[in-house]
C-alpha cells in the first residue's frame, strides 16, 4: 500500500497510524459513502476502512483486501470506477 499509485482514505481506522506506518499523507473520511462523493474524479482511490463500517449488503464497492491494523482488522475497498485498477 505504501507505493500504491492511489490515494488512500480511511474511515473508522485511526488515519495517524497509516500515515505512520505508510509514510504518506492520507485524508480522513468520516464515511463509506464520501468515498464516491469527495474523492477526485478520474484518480484511483481506496478506502481503509473496518468492516463494521461498511453498510451492510453495499454493492457501492468492492473489497479488494483484508489485514490487521493495530490489532483491528481492516479492509482495503474501492468503488466500482477503480474496481479494476492494479496497484504495482
Known sequence: MQQ???A??????PELVITF???RPV???????DLERRAPAGRAAY??????A????STAAREVGTD??????????APPRAARTQWS
Open 4 to 6: 500504491a499509485p492511489a
Open 68 to 77: 490487521r491494523l493495530a490489532g483491528r482488522s481492516i479492509a482495503i475497498v
Open 47 to 52: 478506502l481503509v476502512i473496518t468492516p463494521r
Open 21 to 23: 506506518y505508510l509514510d
Open 54 to 57: 461498511l453498510p451492510a449488503g
Open 8 to 13: 488512500l482514505y480511511p474511515v473508522d481506522v
Open 27 to 33: 485524508t480522513l473520511f468520516p464515511s463509506h459513502g
